[in-house]
């Protein structure tokens, strides 16, 4: 399967359009990038997935895979992460 890469401003437009700030929304990638690579490396599926986190669908986790980043809040991404024994890391940066 091959990815295509998107340019950054191509990322910031797609944000624009979604009502979504463009930082938010690359935390949201890359974390979602994370869980997707783990649960296909370790063969997890949509529904294994959901059934390890509280509170989470198969359907969420099935919009999150295909993108859509709406759907899914920074926190309850980290909870799923958590549960997949990841530890996150937040460093902020003057810009």
Known sequence: MMKKKLKSQDLKSLASDWGIDYQTFIIKMKLIDTIKEHCEK???????LAGL?????????SKIFSGQVGHMTIDKLIQILSVLDYQIIIQAKAA
Do not use: A, P
Not at 42 to 48: A, F, L, P, T, V
Not at 53 to 60: A, I, M
């Open 53 to 61: 986190v509280e509170g989470l669908s198969q359907d969420r986790i």
């Open 42 to 48: 370790h063969h997890i599926s949509q529904r294994k």
